[in-house]
């Protein structure tokens, strides 16, 4: 056969592969369109690089083992709307009737109701956050667990290290989970041994493996983006930090992160359990945790209605943009948003821009520097269309703000892990709390008034001042939202 001959095979073969992975883009289940599309022109214009980038990166797939062994963790677990959640002859949790289709729309997605009899603290700063978990720590009688995405072998990641050694020396059941990319610092260090040494059960999360092999068995990039720490089956914690320093060494020039934590007590910490039990059970099958099947105390510790959502690539599509844009759309008088990564999809830019259309006083914090300079440039293209619509767009000048909040009409609180951007939607395993206190919010609004005094507002004028590049920069990277 001729040169032209293999050269017109070749070109058939190439041509089918094109078309197979363009039809499997097109036919891939929970892919909104401006996705299909964006990787079609992807494909169709690089096919090899194309291809390749689709294979590693265009599927949400955690691998049909990693499914396969979840769904036999939940199965043994009780159903998220068990009695065994609820307290014993409660009354309905009181929430106006405004608010409780926020609360539907929660329990839609992972199943928990809300539950009262709870009381909650919003920690000082980051450092007050470790401090307070190793005392705790230190009071277990029964069980500590807790999971980080990033967990540093720093000071108050070393602090969290010899609370646990300490617990499991006095006979508390310990499991410590981490993140395998994420704290790859921790879990490759002599202290991940020496808990193990000292009877702390660790495991490692999604753990990658070979990275030449993974793609093939469930994306590489798909990660437990939660910090929850549950003891006793009574107290938890839930906020933005991770286990590390606020100097945050390993991106010091941002440092210092600064981050919200609350400390919560009651039958919610039930509720986090949960989340931690089916992430454990997946990776740690023969070590089951059946405190969940206990009854929980005839009375509660305070009067806060709250609730869980955990959301993440298992979970239904698109739960983590509906349960904002809920949020948003209940805000009547006021909305607060503080979030590090602003990457929307078209329906939560559209909720929050109505938001404000609607007269709702709408303010936003992100940060001045972010560590992600693809997030930081996407986030400000979007700048323009959030300040027509009235938005307050204010930038957080005093290190890199990671805190994760949302407040509506200083009543109700969203705080926990999960970002505004396309990876806490689609890609990370999440949690969060939703609760409803006046008090307690407004402890978060003074905390997110606080930002806004370190913050420095942003214009349409300072937007219309952007040089020509800079523009070009931050909408060509923002045209790759639907793909990031």
């Known amino acids: 056969m001729d040169f032209l001959g293999h050269s017109l095979i070749a070109f058939a073969i190439h041509t089918l592969i094109v078309l197979a992975v363009i039809g499997r883009i097109v036919l891939r289940p929970n892919r909104d369109p401006a996705s299909r599309i964006a ?42 709307d068990s009695l065994c959640f609820r307290l014993a002859n409660s009354a309905e949790p009181a929430i106006p009737e405004r608010y409780r289709p926020a609360f539907h729309l929660g329990q839609s997605i992972s199943g928990f109701a809300p539950v009262a009899g709870n009381k909650a603290l919003l920690m000082a700063d980051s450092n007050a956050t470790i401090d307070s ?42 499991r410590a989970m981490a993140d395998d990319l994420g704290s790859r610092a921790m879990i490759r260090s002599p202290h991940w041994q020496a808990m193990r040494a000292a009877g702390v059960r660790v495991a490692v999360g999604l753990p990658v493996g070979n990275p030449l092999l993974r793609p093939f068995v469930g994306r590489i990039d798909l990660r437990n983006h939660r910090k929850i720490v549950v003891i006793d089956d009574r107290v938890t914690y839930c906020g933005s930090q991770n286990c590390a320093d606020p100097e945050f060494l390993v991106k010091a020039k941002f440092a210092p992160w600064v981050d919200a934590v609350m400390r919560f007590e009651g039958p919610i910490a039930r509720q986090n359990q949960y989340l931690f039990a089916s992430d454990w059970m997946t990776y740690v099958p023969d070590d089951a ?60 830019l559209n909720a929050l821009c109505t938001t404000a259309w609607r007269g709702v006083d709408t303010t936003i914090i992100f940060p001045a520097r972010n560590d992600s300079w693809i997030v930081g440039a996407a986030s400000r293209s979007y700048y323009a269309d959030l300040l027509a619509a009235g938005v307050k767009v204010h930038e957080y000048q005093g290190g890199l703000l990671h805190t994760k909040s949302l407040t509506v009409d200083g009543e109700l609180t969203l705080i926990g892990s999960a970002n505004m951007d396309r990876r806490s939607f689609d890609l990370n395993y999440e949690n969060n709390i939703l609760f409803y206190d006046p008090a307690l919010t407004g402890e978060v609004r003074r905390r997110q008034q606080d930002y806004l005094a370190r913050s420095h507002r942003i214009t349409e004028e300072n937007v219309r001042a952007w040089s020509t590049p800079r523009r070009l920069w931050n909408n060509s990277i923002a045209m790759m939202g639907p793909l990031l």
């Not at 009071?139 to 300490?166: M, S």
């Not at 955990?310 to 759309?329: C, D, K, N, Y």
Request: net charge neutral; with cysteine; glycine share 8%.
């Open 133 to 174: 978990m190793v005392a705790d720590i230190d009071g277990a009688t029964q069980h500590v667990h807790l999971l980080f995405y990033i967990w540093l072998p720093d000071t108050n990641g070393c602090k969290i290290v010899e609370a646990l050694k300490r617990a499991a020396g006095r006979g508390i059941i310990c």
């Open 39 to 80: 990787w079609i022109v992807v494909v169709s214009t690089l096919p090899f690089i194309g291809i390749f980038a689709y294979l590693l990166l265009g599927e949400t797939n955690i691998g049909r083992r990693r499914v396969t062994r979840l769904q036999a963790a939940l199965a043994r677990l009780p159903r998220p």
């Open 289 to 348: 945790i059946d405190c969940l099947e206990q009854p929980l105390p005839n009375h509660g510790i305070g009067d806060v209605p709250a609730q869980v959502i955990g959301t993440g690539p298992t979970v239904r599509a698109s739960a983590m943009p509906e349960m904002f844009e809920g949020l948003m759309f209940a805000a009547r008088r006021e909305l607060v948003i503080s979030t590090p990564y602003f990457v929307p999809n078209d329906s939560l």
